[in-house]
T-cell receptor
């Protein structure tokens, strides 16, 4: 069974600073996808970034980047130049090549002005 | 395009009442999912569908039923609501997990309270 663990229930960061959110997962599969979703107070789930397991290069989307360590089964999200609009709940998710996603329990990020 | 919509956005039920949540999508996606979100527990899969006329159980299916009579709609039913079903319910769609692009698109959620 696949499991996704986010060990940081809450994190905070000063505006303009950098913060890293942690995620680990457990799987026996070699081909899979990893995601970070953002859920602001509006509740709408928004995809932030995705990573294919077969790609060694870490994914980057503007101020968001990941550190994907396949051997360690680690997938952390780095947010650079944090903005007030980044305040949200962040969920790490795993998907195999089948038809189910597995989500972590989330990390609540507060951005301090 | 509306994307993924959910009806209703809020609902309060009494224990034992029944209701149906509607998820509609205009993206022609094959796969549809129902999740529930509870504090400290992330999203948990209730049921899902891999195509019109098919449904399957997820992680927490008890107390819920689903139907996918049309490709664009996925209904979640509660036959006899219980306080333990108080939650926020999310619908999601996915084009096709076997495709090269793999992402779930979410609706805005339905907040359900069972008294």
């Amino acid at each position: 069974a696949q499991t996704v663990t986010q060990s940081q229930p809450e994190m905070s960061v000063q505006e303009a600073e950098t913060v890293t959110l942690s995620c680990t997962y457990d799987t026996s599969e070699s081909d899979y996808y990893l995601f970070w979703y953002k859920q602001p107070p509006s509740r709408q789930m928004i995809l932030v970034i995705r990573q294919e397991a077969y790609k060694q290069q870490n994914a980057t989307e503007n101020r968001f980047s990941v550190n994907f360590q396949k051997a360690a089964k680690s997938f952390s999200l780095k947010i650079s130049d944090s903005q007030l609009g980044d305040a949200a709940m962040y969920f790490c998710a795993f998907s195999n090549t089948g038809n189910q996603f597995y989500f972590g329990t989330g990390t609540s990020l507060t951005v301090i002005p | 395009n509306a994307g993924v919509t959910q009806t209703p956005k809020f609902r309060v039920l009494k224990t034992g009442q029944s209701m149906t949540l509607l998820c509609a999508q205009d993206m022609n996606h094959e796969y549809m999912y129902w999740y529930r979100q509870d504090p400290g527990m992330g999203l948990r899969l209730i049921h899902y569908s891999v195509g019109e006329g098919t449904t399957a159980k997820g992680e927490v299916p008890d107390g819920y039923n689903v139907s996918r009579l049309k490709k664009q709609n996925f209904l979640l039913g509660l036959e006899s609501a219980a306080p333990s079903q108080t939650s926020v319910y999310f619908c999601a769609t996915e084009k096709n997990p076997q495709s090269s692009y793999n992402e779930q698109f979410f609706g805005p959620g339905t907040r359900l309270t069972v008294l």
